[in-house]
């Protein structure tokens, strides 16, 4: 029988819309802020001349709103991979390849027995850009480039590279090799429900004791035009353009693109290495529809089933719940059936608390595979923080709903996690798939021993001052990021404060020989010394800055000519 032991976070990487990073997701999602863009018609919308059917008219079928991610800039020698293969590769490659080694770096994992770790993978068998591609390359689909004249890129060299990038299962083995993990690596497809099923068997991994570290995470880039026509004509899509869930006025999805990551450690483990802990996992419950409706409607009963088990496998009393976070992608029935699911399991009754509700797809759009691991994120965020995030919309709950008859209220303002009772904090996570694939996931504040420091007091002390340093792999890519941070910085608030901000998520995270290092007791400052930088680094005959005011910077890595010696008060 499998252990029980709860499961510790310890690294969390990603990419999402509009954030770069998932600090970066935390603060849009503190702020409200909805990424969702309008995007070019021809991205999306084949001429109506040359729909199969002429009464679906595209401007009342589709919406040229979405959540889209910028693309991201690989250096070819990136990831200790082969250049010629990451230059051929799908972006899905890419997000998966820096959400996961985002993921491993912030959990300080490379001393781990690589051997020992393994990777469970989400992303959906729908077709990418880069599938797209493949179609056009082996002309199974002529007329595809003159529907979507905007999608991928009409031609492509016919090399022996393409099947590594268009291999559905290849992301998670490529990981695998990016970081050198000898564990089991493989990419599973359970549509909306894939990321808490990577989790669930991530978990299982550790309990069963096949490997002391797991990598869970998922991606979705499945966007291009015919992905985005389905969705169309089953009419999922928000036709106003909002995504706005359980909330009046709400008509429908927007589709979203993204990766996330998340390092996993068996509890003992984590507190023995001394890693930072931003939630436990206590346990993930799943389930099949069985017998529905139809495999793209909703059944509460399967639902139901998913949340019972999640509960009666981890023990935890459904009565500690105070946050859920749903899977609500904004279209009506499904919202509406989700509510009844929960409320049949986690009914309102004398001294039951109430429930903050909401979902990230108001932030980011919905990306079906991955959504569900944004929400762990948020969700983690939200207890290793103690509080309680704001929905992104501003319109009222859905009357029809009867939210003011069950323990739910959707939490449309940030606040404070104000808690009295004797068990920790809990929230809990719905992914549902179409198809009728359920699952449902409880995570838990991490409680340090008696005695001991918490990470919020290990890692977030306040200093008098801060330490910034930037990498790249070369002098001018160096320069390229102190403008891009400096850019950055020009845009924040007046009142924005230097320790609470995640300077990073203004750069790419990219390892190199060539580092700056710059002090700084607040913003200010820290954009003049980049200045200082910026007209230091454009001296040709200059190999290194040593400002005794807090700025630092070598041609040449000193640990690659000089001895390193520690020295002791």
Same mark, same amino acid.
């Given at each position: 029988?499998?252990?029980? =032991?709860? #499961? ?20 849009? *999602? ?21 729909? +199969? ?44 390849? =820096? ?35 493949? &179609? ?8 595809? $480039? ?25 992301? !998670? !083995? ?6 050198? *993990? ?20 991530? #978990? ?10 797991? $990598? ?53 483990? %984590? ?35 998913? *949340? ?11 009565? &500690? ?30 001294? %039951? ?20 691991? !944004?929400? *762990?994120?948020? &969700? ?12 992104? &919309? ?8 009867? +939210? ?8 449309? =303002? +940030? ?13 809990? #996570? ?8 359920? !699952?449902?996931? #409880?995570?838990?504040?991490? $409680? ?52 609470? +901000? ?5 750069? %790419? ?27 230091? $680094? ?32």
């Amino acid at each position: 029988m499998l252990s029980r =032991e709860p #499961i510790a976070i310890v690294g969390i990487g990603g990419v999402f819309p509009g954030a770069p990073t998932p600090t970066a997701l935390w603060r849009n *999602i503190l702020a409200g802020r909805d990424t969702c863009a309008e995007t070019a018609a021809d991205r999306w919308i084949a001429p109506a001349s040359a729909l +199969l059917n002429p009464t679906l008219a595209p401007d009342s079928v589709y919406s040229t709103r979405a959540c889209l991610c910028e693309a991201l800039e690989i250096p070819t020698d990136s990831y200790d991979l082969d250049p010629r293969l990451v230059q051929s590769l799908d972006p899905v490659f890419h997000f998966a390849l =820096e959400a996961g080694n985002q993921a491993w770096r912030d959990a300080g994992a490379t001393s781990t027995d690589k051997t020992r770790c393994g990777v469970a993978l989400a992303a959906i068998a729908l077709p990418t850009d880069g599938a797209s591609r493949l &179609t056009r390359l082996t002309r199974a689909a002529s007329n595809e $480039l003159d529907l979507f004249p905007n999608g991928a890129n009409a031609q492509e060299p016919t090399t022996r590279e393409w099947l590594n990038a268009y291999a559905v299962g290849g992301p !998670a !083995a490529l990981l695998a090799a990016s970081l050198g *993990i000898g564990g089991g690596a493989f990419t599973l497809d359970a549509a909306c429900a894939s990321s808490l099923l990577a989790v669930e068997q991530a #978990i299982d991994q550790l309990r069963n004791g096949t490997s002391d570290v797991a $990598l869970a995470g998922a991606i979705q880039l499945s966007t291009p035009g015919p992905v985005y026509s389905g969705f169309s004509l089953i009419g999922a899509l928000s036709p106003s353009g909002t995504l706005a869930p359980f909330s009046e006025g709400s008509d429908g999805t927007l589709l979203g693109q993204g990766a996330g990551m998340i390092v996993l450690k068996r509890l003992g483990d %984590a507190e023995r290495d001394g890693n930072r802990i931003y939630a436990l996992i206590k346990d993930v419950g799943t389930s099949s529809d069985g017998k529905g409706a139809g495999l793209l409607a909703p059944l509460s009963r399967g639902q139901a089933k998913a *949340i019972r088990r999640a509960y009666e496998k981890s023990g935890v009393d459904p009565d &500690t719940i105070e946050l859920v976070e749903a899977h609500a992608t904004g279209i009506p029935l499904g919202d509406a059936t989700e509510l009844q699911s929960l409320d049949t399991c986690l009914p309102d009754h004398a001294g %039951a608390p109430r429930v903050a509700i909401g979902s990230c797809k108001s932030n980011i759009g919905h990306m079906i595979p991955a959504s569900g691991m !944004a929400s *762990i994120m948020k &969700t983690a965020f939200a207890l290793y923080h103690r509080v309680l995030p704001p929905q992104g &919309t501003s319109a009222p709950p859905r009357e029809k709903l009867g +939210l003011e008859r069950t323990r739910f209220y959707l939490n449309t =303002e +940030l606040r404070p996690w104000v808690h009295g009772t004797a068990a920790p904090r809990r929230a809990a #996570i719905d992914s549902f798939g179409f198809g009728g694939i359920n !699952a449902h996931g #409880i995570l838990e504040e991490y $409680l340090p021993p008696s005695g001991s420091e918490s990470d919020l007091e290990r890692f977030h002390r306040t200093w008098p001052v801060e330490l910034v340093v930037l990498s790249a792999p070369d002098r001018a890519s160096l320069a390229a990021s102190v403008a891009a941070l400096s850019s950055w910085i020009d845009a924040l608030p007046a009142d924005a404060e230097l320790e609470l +901000l995640d300077v990073a998520a203004a750069c %790419a995270r990219v390892d190199g020989a060539s580092r700056v290092a710059i002090v700084a007791k607040d913003l200010a400052e820290l954009r003049r010394k980049l200045d200082v930088v910026t007209k230091r $680094l454009a001296e040709a005959d200059r190999d290194r800055i040593q400002d005794r005011s807090g700025v630092f910077w070598y041609a040449e890595p000193l640990a690659a000519t000089s001895k390193v010696a520690l020295v002791f008060p």
